[in-house]
């Protein structure tokens, strides 16, 4: 009977010498032992000590890494860190990063509801007026510096949406949303429950406080395959059609597709149009598109294929192919030069002349080097500078007279996703969703991080947020604001 419990001691002794909580705790306590019987050195040891104490009883930040477990700071243990196949109540990387990510959006979430953010230090409402009387701004910084004041105090309101199916609205999630020129519809991408799309149009007429109600205008147009890129076209009028690149499945090859808004009941302000044509061209792989409105390029749009890109003329039927080295994944036509820039899944940026024919070898005007994959590019208005993001979360500001990087907005996160940016000069505002679901707003002029915004939602990479800012919402007579697309809900964020 002793010789077993001898055996039982052994093993439990084992077992802890084994374990490394155990083999922590042990030596501390070592430690204290040690100090205990040492009184000559106990400043020194009390000095030595003192770290090795707080990171036992710290948060996770100064607790040791110890390889297969996690150190939970409100039970102030580890534990074990089981694979991610086990479904067997799993405690993973992937789930320890995600509740710790839930828990920052639900801070500020409540941080945003409970207080009002300055963008700047030392601006507010009455120190910018005050600067202003006294001659110290400008009217162009003043306005500037209003703009980025509102944008800071912008709440979120959630969106009445109405339709003839309300059940539909329930199910279906938004996918995308644009918005037109003028900022009075919004073309939406909804994903079905039961598998594919679904297209709509938002008339923003009703958007108007406290009310806030919009009607949401559908077809029977129905697709089960997924749509890679968007863009508004101008064919009858301005943004008469919407432009679609839709992916190919099966033996059915992709193509891009011309779909009349008017197929949408008295989805445009005019009242009563004609129904238009739908028109659709054979273009398999089509990663990006964009709408010529330069007079040079009437009546054409653009195509970004796999190391090619295609320029067809919607009424003769014309095309133009220039090849490439990479496939491009973001273009956008410039207004006055006959310029057609694109962007490359290799990180390279380069203007198209389209005065040259695609025999040609002098065709590419402009070249620039990201060091990603480029998901947007931006012309602006002079059409002297460039903005450009890419899959590595870089957005850059690029001088296309001197081709040298300006300036550089910090903070944008994203991975592997097709995300767009958004300028908007007039404001000097910069915005973008980034793949960790928060919309970031920056200052165009000095690449200020105005605004940080957490999506309604819980964080997940298959919801990120689908916005659209503008000055006039719903018209020329709108306010200015965000539109926030996440899920089945829509948000606006307007000026105060």
């Known amino acids: 009977m002793h010789k077993n419990n001898r055996q039982n001691r052994r093993r439990v002794r084992r077992g802890h010498q084994q374990n490394p909580w155990f083999r922590q705790h042990g030596s501390d306590e070592r430690c204290n032992t040690a100090a205990q019987q040492s009184p000559q050195d106990s400043g020194r040891a009390d000095d030595d000590e003192a770290p090795s104490t707080s990171s036992g009883t710290a ?100 969106v009445q949406i109405q339709s003839s199916d309300p059940s539909a609205l329930a199910s279906d999630r938004f996918n995308l949303i644009l918005a037109d020129t003028n900022s009075d519809r919004l073309f939406t991408v909804n994903d079905v429950k039961v598998g594919g799309s679904k297209y709509g149009i938002i008339s923003l007429r009703g958007l108007k406080t406290p009310s806030l109600k919009v009607h949401m205008h559908e077809n029977l147009y129905f697709t089960n395959r997924k749509v890679n890129s968007v863009c508004w076209a101008s064919l009858n009028h301005l943004d008469s059609h919407i432009l679609l690149c839709l992916m190919g499945i099966a033996e059915t090859p992709g193509c891009a597709t011309l779909l009349p808004a008017s197929l949408f009941v008295s989805s445009h302000p005019g009242g009563l149009e004609r129904p238009g044509m739908l028109c659709s061209f054979r273009i398999p792989g089509a990663w990006s598109c964009a709408w010529s409105l330069n007079i040079q390029a009437n009546n054409c749009f653009s195509t970004g294929l796999s190391r090619r890109v295609l320029v067809t003329n919607v009424v003769t039927g014309h095309r133009q192919s220039f090849g490439t080295s990479s496939d491009v994944l973001a273009q956008q036509f410039a207004l006055m030069a006959p310029l057609l820039f694109n962007g490359c899944r290799s990180g390279e940026i380069f203007a198209i002349d389209l005065r040259c024919r695609n025999q040609g070898k002098g065709w590419k005007a402009t070249r620039l080097f990201h060091d990603s994959a480029v998901t947007s590019v931006q012309i602006l208005q002079e059409e002297q500078n460039l903005m450009a993001s890419d899959m590595a979360g870089t957005i850059k500001l690029w001088d296309l007279r001197t081709t040298k990087c300006i300036r550089q907005y910090e903070g944008h996160v994203n991975e592997y996703a097709y995300l767009p940016l958004h300028v908007h000069e007039e404001e000097g505002i910069v915005v973008a969703v980034g793949q960790d679901c928060y919309t970031r707003i920056w200052s165009f002029h000095d690449a200020c991080l105005l605004r940080t915004i957490p999506s309604p939602h819980p964080t997940s990479k298959s919801d990120i947020p689908s916005v659209a800012f503008s000055s006039r919402l719903g018209g020329f007579r709108g306010a200015p604001g965000l539109l926030m697309a996440v899920q089945q809900d829509l948000y606006c964020f307007s000026y105060s």
């Open 59 to 158: 948060g996770s930040s100064s607790a040791p890494d110890l390889p297969g477990y996690y150190f939970d700071p409100e039970k102030k243990r580890y534990f074990r860190l089981l694979p991610g196949h086990n479904n067997c109540n799993p405690l993973t990387k992937e789930s320890i990063r995600h509740k710790e990510m839930e828990s920052k959006r639900l801070q500020l979430l409540e941080e945003e509801d409970k207080q009002k953010k300055v963008a700047r230090m030392g601006f507010n409402a009455s120190s910018l007026l005050q600067k202003n009387k006294l001659g110290f701004l400008n009217a162009t910084s003043y306005c500037r510096l209003a703009h980025e004041l509102r944008v800071s105090c912008m709440q979120r309101k959630k």
